[in-house]
C-alpha cells in the first residue's frame, strides 16, 4: 500500500530520501537471492509518490545534486563486470537458429516512398508515435569517478546486470530520484511534452515496479496498454550514476522488459501511428526482434513510418548485420557518431556517405558538434542548443529523437525538426533525469517555433 500522500517519498524531499536510505543496512546482509525482492519493494515505496508528470523524473533534486561529491556509500559486495563478448553470451537464445536476423526473407534494399506519403500520415493518424521499448524504472542518483572506480563500472558505459548485482549496487548508491524510464520511453514522453499524441509497447510485470510505470505513462497522455507479464521476472530498473561532469553510468536489469513477443503488439496502435518508433536496445531477444518486424510491417502496410534508434555501440557490434538488413525496414534512422562510425566500421565522414540512401532520413547527433540530418538528396547540419550548464547528459539522444519525430509527425521541414530536437536536448541536459521537467511546448512556442496541431 502506497503511504499517505503527504508522507509520500516524492523526489527531492526528505522522505524520499529516507526511503531510498532504509533498505541499505537489510541490503547489505540480505542474501544474493532475497537484493531482488527488497529492491523491487523499496523502489515500489519510493516511487508511489511520483506525479508520473515530464517533471517528476527531475524535480526537487537540487539537495542531493549539490553533495554529489560526498554522497556516496561503500560497496559491501564485489560487482563482476559484464563484458561485451559476455553480454552477447547472455542473451544468446536457447535454439541458435533464433539468433539469425528476424527468421524470416532478407529485407529487399530501401525504396523511398513519395513525398506526399508524409502528409497523409499526418493527417490520417490518431497518434503522432508509439514506441516499443524497454520498460524500465530509472534510478538516478550523483556519484564521483571514485565511487564508479570503486565499483568497477566503465563511466559513460551501459551494461546488462543480474537482479543480485542491481541490488547489490542500488544499496552502494547515493539516494536519487526514481522515474519511469527506458529510452523509447523517454522519447515518447518528450512527445507528449511537445503537445503530440503518442502510445507506447513495452512490458512490465504484475508489480508495484510495474503499477508505478503504467501510471506514470498514462498520467503524461500516453496510451499503454501492454499486458503486464504474470509469474515471471520482476519490472526492470537502470541504476544511473551521474559523475558532476554530467556523464552518465548505466547498469541495467533488464527483468520483464525483454520478454515483450509478438503478441504484444496491438495492430490497432501501430497502423494508428504517424510513425513507429524502435529502440535498439531490444535487438537482444529474439522475441522482440519478431515483434520489430512484425511492427514494421504493419507500419508500412497502413502507409506508416517506421524509425529506429541504434541506442548503444555495444547493439550495434552484437548485431551488426542484423541490423544493416533491417535498414531496409526503416524510414528513419537515429545513431549517435560513435553508433554511426560502429555500424559502417569507419570514420564519421564516410559512414555518412554509406548511409545515405540506406533509409529516407538519418539523424545523427554529435554532442556539442550538434546533430547531421541526411537523406538521399541533402544534407543539413543543425547546431547544438545553448545550455547554461551540462548537468546530466541521461535522456539527451532521448529527447533529441522526441523533437526529431514530434516535427516529423507534424510535416516540419527537416531543418526545423533537427533544431526542435536541439531544443528538446538542450533542456534535458540542464537538469537530473531523463525527460522534460518544462513543458517543450511552451519552450517551443516561446523560442518562436509554430507547432501545427
Same mark, same amino acid.
Given at each position: 500500500?502506497?503511504?499517505?500522500?503527504?508522507?509520500?517519498?516524492?523526489?527531492?524531499? @526528505?522522505?524520499?530520501? $529516507?526511503?531510498?536510505?532504509?533498505?541499505? @543496512?537489510?541490503?547489505?546482509?540480505?542474501?544474493?537471492?532475497?537484493?531482488?525482492? =527488497? #529492491?523491487?519493494?523499496?523502489?515500489? =515505496? %519510493?516511487?508511489?509518490? #511520483?506525479?508520473?508528470?515530464?517533471?517528476?523524473?527531475? $524535480?526537487?533534486?537540487?539537495?542531493?545534486?549539490? %553533495?554529489?561529491?560526498?554522497?556516496? *556509500?561503500?560497496?559491501?559486495?564485489?560487482?563482476?563486470?559484464?563484458?561485451?563478448?559476455?553480454?552477447?553470451?547472455?542473451?544468446?537464445?536457447?535454439?541458435?537458429?533464433?539468433?539469425?536476423?528476424?527468421?524470416? @526473407?532478407?529485407?529487399?534494399?530501401?525504396?523511398?516512398?513519395?513525398?506526399?506519403?508524409?502528409?497523409?500520415?499526418?493527417?490520417?493518424?490518431?497518434?503522432?508515435?508509439?514506441?516499443?521499448?524497454?520498460?524500465?524504472?530509472?534510478?538516478?542518483?550523483?556519484?564521483?569517478?571514485?565511487?564508479?572506480?570503486?565499483?568497477?563500472?566503465?563511466?559513460?558505459?551501459?551494461?546488462?546486470?543480474?537482479?543480485?548485482?542491481?541490488?547489490?549496487?542500488?544499496?552502494?548508491?547515493?539516494?536519487?530520484?526514481? *522515474?519511469?524510464?527506458?529510452?523509447?520511453?523517454?522519447?515518447?514522453?518528450?512527445?507528449?511534452?511537445?503537445?503530440?499524441?503518442?502510445?507506447?509497447?513495452?512490458?512490465?510485470?504484475?508489480?508495484?515496479?510495474?503499477?508505478?510505470?503504467?501510471?506514470?505513462?498514462?498520467?503524461?497522455?500516453?496510451?499503454?496498454?501492454?499486458?503486464?507479464?504474470?509469474?515471471?521476472?520482476?519490472?526492470? *530498473?537502470?541504476?544511473?550514476?551521474?559523475?558532476?561532469?554530467?556523464?552518465?553510468?548505466?547498469?541495467?536489469?533488464?527483468? %520483464?522488459?525483454?520478454?515483450?513477443?509478438?503478441?504484444?503488439?496491438?495492430?490497432?496502435?501501430?497502423?494508428?501511428?504517424?510513425?513507429?518508433?524502435?529502440?535498439?536496445? +531490444?535487438?537482444?531477444? *529474439?522475441?522482440?526482434?519478431?515483434?520489430?518486424?512484425?511492427?514494421? !510491417?504493419?507500419?508500412?502496410?497502413?502507409?506508416?513510418?517506421?524509425?529506429?534508434?541504434?541506442?548503444?555501440?555495444?547493439?550495434?557490434?552484437?548485431?551488426?548485420?542484423? +541490423?544493416?538488413?533491417?535498414?531496409?525496414?526503416?524510414?528513419? +534512422?537515429?545513431?549517435?557518431?560513435?553508433?554511426?562510425?560502429? #555500424?559502417?566500421?569507419?570514420?564519421?565522414?564516410?559512414?555518412?556517405?554509406?548511409?545515405?540512401?540506406? /533509409?529516407?532520413?538519418?539523424?545523427?547527433? $554529435?554532442?556539442?558538434?550538434?546533430?547531421?540530418?541526411?537523406?538521399?538528396?541533402?544534407?543539413?547540419?543543425?547546431?547544438?542548443?545553448?545550455?547554461?550548464?551540462?548537468?546530466?547528459?541521461?535522456?539527451?539522444?532521448?529527447?533529441?529523437?522526441?523533437?526529431?519525430?514530434?516535427? +516529423? %509527425?507534424?510535416?516540419?521541414? #527537416?531543418?526545423? /525538426?533537427? =533544431?526542435?530536437?536541439?531544443?528538446?536536448?538542450?533542456?534535458?541536459? !540542464?537538469?537530473?533525469?531523463?525527460?522534460?521537467?518544462?513543458?517543450?511546448?511552451?519552450?517551443?512556442?516561446?523560442?518562436?517555433? =509554430?507547432?501545427?496541431?
Amino acid at each position: 500500500m502506497a503511504p499517505p500522500a503527504s508522507r509520500r517519498a516524492t523526489p527531492g524531499s @526528505p522522505n524520499f530520501a $529516507r526511503t531510498c536510505a532504509s533498505e541499505k @543496512p537489510a541490503m547489505e546482509t540480505a542474501a544474493p537471492g532475497e537484493r531482488a525482492g =527488497r #529492491l523491487s519493494a523499496t523502489l515500489g =515505496r %519510493a516511487g508511489a509518490g #511520483l506525479s508520473g508528470s515530464g517533471a517528476a523524473s527531475g $524535480r526537487g533534486v537540487t539537495a542531493w545534486a549539490a %553533495a554529489a561529491s560526498g554522497a556516496e *556509500a561503500s560497496a559491501t559486495a564485489s560487482r563482476a563486470r559484464i563484458m561485451p563478448a559476455q553480454l552477447a553470451a547472455a542473451q544468446a537464445p536457447d535454439n541458435p537458429a533464433d539468433s539469425r536476423a528476424f527468421a524470416r @526473407p532478407a529485407v529487399a534494399p530501401y525504396t523511398l516512398r513519395a513525398p506526399a506519403s508524409i502528409e497523409f500520415t499526418r493527417m490520417t493518424a490518431a497518434y503522432d508515435v508509439a514506441g516499443i521499448g524497454n520498460a524500465i524504472v530509472d534510478v538516478i542518483a550523483p556519484a564521483t569517478d571514485a565511487f564508479l572506480a570503486e565499483q568497477q563500472l566503465v563511466k559513460g558505459s551501459m551494461m546488462l546486470v543480474d537482479a543480485a548485482q542491481s541490488a547489490a549496487l542500488y544499496a552502494a548508491m547515493a539516494a536519487g530520484v526514481e *522515474a519511469s524510464g527506458g529510452s523509447a520511453g523517454n522519447t515518447i514522453a518528450g512527445v507528449g511534452s511537445f503537445g503530440g499524441r503518442a502510445a507506447y509497447v513495452g512490458k512490465v510485470a504484475d508489480d508495484q515496479l510495474g503499477r508505478v510505470f503504467a501510471r506514470d505513462m498514462r498520467a503524461n497522455g500516453v496510451r499503454f496498454d501492454t499486458p503486464p507479464l504474470k509469474d515471471g521476472l520482476a519490472t526492470g *530498473a537502470c541504476m544511473i550514476n551521474v559523475t558532476p561532469d554530467g556523464q552518465r553510468t548505466m547498469c541495467t536489469f533488464l527483468g %520483464a522488459a525483454n520478454q515483450l513477443t509478438v503478441a504484444d503488439i496491438d495492430p490497432a496502435v501501430i497502423e494508428a501511428a504517424a510513425v513507429t518508433y524502435l529502440e535498439g536496445y +531490444l535487438f537482444d531477444p *529474439a522475441e522482440a526482434r519478431a515483434a520489430f518486424a512484425e511492427a514494421a !510491417s504493419l507500419a508500412h502496410a497502413a502507409g506508416r513510418q517506421v524509425s529506429i534508434t541504434l541506442s548503444d555501440s555495444f547493439v550495434v557490434e552484437r548485431h551488426r548485420e542484423a +541490423l544493416l538488413d533491417f535498414l531496409g525496414s526503416v524510414d528513419v +534512422l537515429f545513431a549517435n557518431e560513435a553508433e554511426l562510425t560502429a #555500424l559502417f566500421e569507419t570514420d564519421f565522414d564516410a559512414a555518412a556517405a554509406a548511409v545515405r540512401g540506406r /533509409c529516407r532520413l538519418a539523424a545523427v547527433t $554529435r554532442s556539442e558538434k550538434g546533430s547531421v540530418l541526411i537523406t538521399p538528396e541533402e544534407t543539413h547540419a543543425v547546431p547544438a542548443a545553448p545550455v547554461d550548464k551540462v548537468v546530466d547528459t541521461t535522456g539527451a539522444g532521448d529527447q533529441y529523437a522526441a523533437g526529431v519525430l514530434f516535427g +516529423l %509527425a507534424r510535416g516540419l521541414p #527537416l531543418p526545423e /525538426c533537427g =533544431r526542435l530536437g536541439s531544443l528538446a536536448a538542450a533542456e534535458v541536459i !540542464s537538469h537530473y533525469g531523463p525527460r522534460p521537467m518544462t513543458s517543450l511546448k511552451e519552450l517551443a512556442t516561446s523560442s518562436g517555433y =509554430r507547432l501545427a496541431a
